[in-house]
């Protein structure tokens, strides 16, 4: 492993990001502890505030070359910890259960192999973008005035995955991880006294109907790919005994394979929604919410990545069909070739975002070889 930050010194760090979780765009003390560790490593430049609590650091080589662009996550979840090691969450009803510390002490990691071997040519970007879970943490990072001078040439992220087997390396060519969008409809009609609900106009009707037809529209033939609309939170009036309600408010997600797929998904949810609320006699404004494009993978960067894990004495998986989760990964693989790839974190592992999660450190060794070996070929590009 030559100079690298040692395994343990990764794994204190993993564990310090554990203790200390921030939720997204709160994430000031964890960009802080990134850019102390970065410090020492001694970058060409540390660049912060990049979207909000976004930084990167830059590793240059001795000649001009490649940008090769890593990228971590930074922040964390509103989710209580249920586990009892002693880098438990120090923070009530937050915690980190989705493996962003790890993702972040691998990049770290990978910044620890190039600071103490800098590339021949090219250069490395190591990135921790703020607020992934939802949705606004990329898009904010790539649109920032001082992304401009980071514009990468190749961006590479990876995410652990329980359910596969430990260091497993699950790639796939083209869509990775579908595309995601939050719908907000509110309706608007008017209270009357419960007593005489027909003086009124009450959403109720509306409401059980988009609940029965907006995950419908996603079970047609309208769609070549998977599709899925959800209902996630529902709201008629105020809870008050003697009003009917005057107010309504529905809440679903939509998936789609793709970017594609997905405007249609919309164009449907909105006309579905706008005919309800016409004939149930009632105002209506829809508006959108966390969008994640899909995350498509770059052909050259799977087959690169696939070879590198079997060399490496991987196994490596090609799996058939995309992930029905999305990343917000996706704003960066719609401008820059990218390649977001699975690593198992073992198949009896708790599931992302449950309460008794935690990254599972055996896999931050593979992640930094697998990474640093990616860098280095695309370097010499
Ligand atoms: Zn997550
Ligand atoms: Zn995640």
Redesign the pocket.
């Given at each position: 492993m030559g100079n690298m930050p040692d395994h343990e010194l990764l794994i204190s760090l993993r564990k310090e990001l554990h203790k200390f979780p921030e939720l997204s765009g709160n994430e000031e003390m964890t960009s802080r502890r990134i850019t102390r560790f970065l410090e020492k490593l001694r970058p060409d430049e540390i660049i912060n505030n990049i979207g909000g609590n976004g930084l990167a650091a830059r590793f240059r080589g001795s000649s001009a070359g490649p940008r090769v662009m890593i990228r971590a996550?930074l922040d964390a979840?509103p989710i209580h910890e249920l586990n009892d090691f002693e880098h438990i969450s120090s923070v009530p009803g937050v915690s980190h259960?989705?493996?962003?510390d790890g993702h972040m002490a691998i990049v770290a990691g990978v910044a620890g192999q190039f600071a103490a071997e800098r590339p021949g040519r090219g250069e490395l970007i190591v990135l921790f973008q703020p607020s992934?879970?939802n949705g606004k943490g990329a898009y904010a990072v790539v649109n920032d005035p001082g992304f401009v001078s980071l514009r990468p040439d190749f961006v590479l992220a990876l995410h652990n995955l329980p359910g596969f087997e430990l260091n497993e390396i699950i790639l796939r060519d083209g869509v990775f991880a579908m595309a995601s969008v939050g719908m907000i409809i509110d309706l608007k009609g008017k209270t009357s006294h419960a007593a005489q609900p027909e003086k009124g106009i009450s959403p109720s009707i509306a409401v059980s109907r988009l609940i029965n037809e907006l995950p419908l529209m996603a079970k047609g033939d309208d769609f070549s790919h998977f599709t899925l609309v959800t209902i996630i939170h529902v709201r008629i009036g105020e809870i008050a005994f003697g009003t009917s309600p005057g107010n309504g408010v529905v809440m679903a997600t939509l998936r789609a394979y793709d970017n594609v797929e997905m405007e249609s998904l919309i164009s449907m949810a909105e006309a579905i929604a706008r005919k309800i609320a016409l004939e149930e006699n009632l105002e209506i404004s829809v508006s959108w919410t966390e969008k994640f494009p899909a995350t498509v993978n770059d052909k050259f960067l799977n087959n690169m990545i696939g070879r590198i894990g079997k060399e490496s004495g991987f196994k490596v998986s090609y799996i058939e069909d995309a992930f029905k989760?999305s990343e917000d990964f996706g704003w960066l693989t719609s401008e820059y070739r990218g390649l977001l790839f699975g690593i198992g974190a073992g198949k009896g592992h708790p599931e992302?975002?449950h309460p008794d999660y935690d990254f599972p450190d055996r896999v931050l060794d593979a992640g930094v070889s697998i990474l640093s070996s990616a860098c280095r070929e695309l370097f010499k590009l």
């Open positions: 996550e979840l259960k989705c493996g962003h992934e879970e989760w992302l975002h």
